[in-house]
């Protein structure tokens, strides 16, 4: 008898995010209110760094960058806003964390409502993904149904990978 299996992820395109960022960059200097405002976007591995003039202009660029992520199909969960700080010469920064992979926390959260309400699955919490293996097609499909139940309790998007 075979079994099958799919694993669920947090994870974004991370091209899509520089794309997104290159289209706020080009919005930011193209606005009338916004274009002396020096406002900066620096992109880490795990976060990326807004210096603007102003709280007023760092919430611009804040929603300018929310409407294009929007619109490039970047789930907003992967933005983590931090409390945006003063730097010197009267300027604002706002460090936003990238969010990627389960935390322990979440994967056990999932874990535990899976086999809770699903019998006929395993799960296995794998570092930042959770593995679902079942016996019929049908099972997998209800665990599906039921993480994406859940997910809008968790401020982490969630995906499906290795479906077989």
């Known amino acids: 008898m075979a079994t099958y299996s799919f694993d669920v992820v947090s994870d974004f395109d991370r091209q899509e995010l520089v794309n997104t960022l290159d289209q706020v960059r080009r ?68 460090v936003v964390k990238l969010r990627k992979g389960l935390s322990q926390d979440i994967a056990k959260k999932l ?24 016996k019929s097609k049908d099972d997998l499909q209800a665990a599906i149904q039921l993480v994406k139940s859940k997910e809008d309790d968790l401020d982490v998007p969630l995906q499906f990978e290795n479906y077989r």
């Open 27 to 94: 919005d930011v200097g193209n606005r009338y209110d916004l274009k002396d405002s020096k406002t900066e976007i620096d992109l880490d591995d795990t976060e990326l760094v807004i210096t603007s003039a102003s709280d007023m202009t760092l919430q611009a660029v804040e929603d300018i960058l929310r409407t294009k992520a929007t619109k490039r199909q970047l789930s907003l969960k992967i933005f983590d806003f931090q409390t945006p700080e003063t730097v010197g010469g009267n300027r604002v920064k706002q």
């Open 111 to 134: 874990s535990k409502t899976i086999r809770d309400e699903l019998k006929k699955v395993t799960v296995a919490i794998q570092g930042e993904s959770l593995r679902i293996t079942g």
